[in-house]
């Protein structure tokens, strides 16, 4: 089968590669629809992610596609089945995916919008629900809210309940896009007064899910309210920065770290239950949807990888097969 392989920093290759065999409680996906995420990127650069990488690694992280096979002890899948989910070397004609980390795709879904779900899904409900704890009527600010995962924390913010919701974009085309995912209130973090404004619409923002960190996260302190909460998802603005230790004590914040990376498969089966308990009715129904900002056919994804390291996109970018 084919599959897209580092063969060097920065050169991706589509090569000839073994199938893989299901293991017990996996099953085999034949893959239709990929979505490309930061750590993609990342890895192709050269560097790891996590305990991934270098050359030879098989890249991808999220696919939708139909189950082929079924692994020993595996119930409540059927060949045939359409499937969505994340995976390691998930850009592949085949994948192996834990069955217990396989979402359905709803009904009315095609695979390209299918693909572009399951990561921003389970990261954005880990962020918000379990390790934020959003109560309804409380204020959310979403940092880096124009990427896919960002997007569809404004979306799950406001279907959870959420008072005031706020996004944040330095272009100021995707700022103007928020509002259609949710936001009431779109601020760009290279305005030195964005914090105070965030934190003047709101009187203290409740709960924060910071994807930039770096530099705004000495404005995250500040906008946030007393008692409030940031969850840290991302850090491609900077893995470092300035911490006001007695600021964070003033406010008695709680500040929360959340990576996939160091998650074990029992963890990501957990979130991949909470997911579909809270938010299925409204997928299918729907409600939680992400934009692709464009497709690429599977022997263009260098070229994809180019678009998401332009940093043009709004939404989520996709593979074809």
């Known amino acids: ?6 063969a060097a920093p920065r050169r991706v290759v589509v090569e ?3 199938p893989p065999e299901p293991g017990p409680g996996e099953v085999l996906v034949r893959v239709r629809a990929c979505g490309l995420n930061r750590a993609d990127v990342i890895m192709a650069s050269g560097a790891m992610h996590g305990a991934r990488g270098g050359p030879g690694a098989r890249l991808g992280l999220e696919c939708a596609g139909e189950v082929a096979a079924l692994g020993a002890g595996v119930t409540g899948l059927s060949v045939g089945d359409r499937v969505m989910g994340g995976t390691s070397g998930a850009f592949a ?3 192996a995916l834990v069955a217990a980390q396989a979402y359905p795709i709803p009904d009315g879904l095609d695979f390209a919008a299918a693909a572009t779900l399951p990561i921003a899904l389970q990261t954005m409900h880990d962020a918000i629900v379990t ?3 959003l109560q309804p009527g ?3 600010l979403i940092q880096g809210a124009s990427s896919g995962v960002g997007l569809m924390g404004l979306q799950i913010a406001r279907l959870l309940g959420a008072g005031t919701v706020i996004g944040t974009s330095t272009h ?3 700022r103007a896009r928020l509002g259609a995912f949710g936001a009431d209130l779109a601020l760009d973090t ?3 007064g964005w914090a105070e404004a965030a934190h003047a619409a709101t009187g203290g923002v409740d709960l924060i899910i910071d994807q930039v960190s770096g530099g705004v996260f000495e404005g995250c302190m500040r906008t946030a309210a007393v008692r409030g909460r940031i969850v840290n998802v991302g850090r491609l603005g900077g893995q470092t920065g300035p911490f006001d230790f007695d600021l964070h004590a003033l406010k008695r914040l709680r500040y929360i770290g959340v990576t996939f990376r160091t998650r074990t498969p029992t963890e990501v089966a957990e979130i991949v239950r909470r997911t579909r308990a809270d938010l299925w009715p409204a997928l299918e129904a729907g409600q939680l949807r992400l934009p692709v900002d464009r497709s690429f056919a599977f022997a263009e994804v260098s070229d994809a990888l180019d678009h998401m390291r332009a940093n043009r996109h709004f939404g989520k970018i996709v593979l074809t097969l």
Do not use: C, I
Request: aromatic residues 0%.
């Open 172 to 174: 100021p085309e995707r």
């Open 16 to 18: 000839e590669v073994a």
């Open 131 to 133: 390790n934020g704890g």
């Open 1 to 6: 089968m084919k599959a897209a392989v580092l």
């Open 138 to 140: 409380e204020s959310v």
């Open 93 to 95: 004609e085949q994948v």
């Open 190 to 192: 290279a305005d030195p």
